[in-house]
């Protein structure tokens, strides 16, 4: 394929910045939120997408975007439906990881660990701080399930929209909140040369251990 060529020439050469075990911070969630913060300065689109993987009880791998939605010292929330794959998969097996790509930064993070669904209270929350329609959303998508064509997905949403008119809408059975619960973050900053900085942190006997891996 032609295509090849092109991307074999495809170079960008890292300058903007480096890390250090020893600048960083001695927490993973705070180092974390210091380059959230930036990645916000810099004005990016969607600056909480991550990549989501996981897989099911039988190995086979699954990847999408997700957007995170909350984050503390428990661990890295997102909401889904509970019936699509990746909430199959996690049901099946609760490991996975997420990554995070900041281009502009010459930045990605990457966070292993185990995945737990949250409290009905604590969805609820978020629930209803989200616009209506993507409240009505939420019941429409019956997620990852095979469907006729887009009319029926809009039909259903005007019919749900029909149905919670002027009512308070209440959060869908299936929908909800999982957090992942970290086990390991890597934190790499783009270098020259492709010798990249990668600094990481693995918990061992309820403590972080930085550490520095080859590129």
């Given at each position: ?7 074999n ?102 966070v ?12 609820k ?10 409240r ?59 010798l ?20």
């Open positions: 394929m032609k295509v090849n060529k092109s991307i020439y495809l170079r960008r050469e890292y300058k903007l910045n480096k890390l250090s075990e020893e600048t960083v911070h001695k927490s993973p969630f705070s180092q974390f939120e210091k380059w959230f913060k930036e990645v916000l300065q810099v004005g990016l689109i969607e600056p909480n997408a991550m990549i989501l993987a996981t897989a099911d009880d039988k190995a086979k791998p699954s990847v999408r975007v997700v957007l995170l939605k909350g984050l503390s010292n428990n661990g890295l929330t997102f909401f889904t439906n509970y019936t699509s794959r990746k909430g199959h998969d996690i049901t099946e097996n609760s490991a996975a990881s997420v990554l995070f790509f900041w281009a502009e930064l010459e930045r990605q993070v990457r292993e660990g185990q995945i737990k669904k949250i409290s009905r209270a604590e969805s929350k978020y629930f209803n701080t989200r616009p209506i329609d993507s009505l959303a939420a019941w429409t998508s019956e997620q990852s399930k095979m469907i006729p064509d887009r009319d029926y997905l809009d039909t259903k949403f005007q019919i749900f929209k029909r149905q919670f008119k002027g009512k308070q809408i209440p959060v869908p059975p299936d929908w909800g909140g999982f957090r992942l619960v970290p086990e390991y973050f890597e934190f790499w900053q783009g270098r020259e040369n492709r990249h900085d990668r600094i990481c942190y693995k918990k061992v006997i309820g403590k972080w251990k930085v550490f520095r891996l080859s590129p």
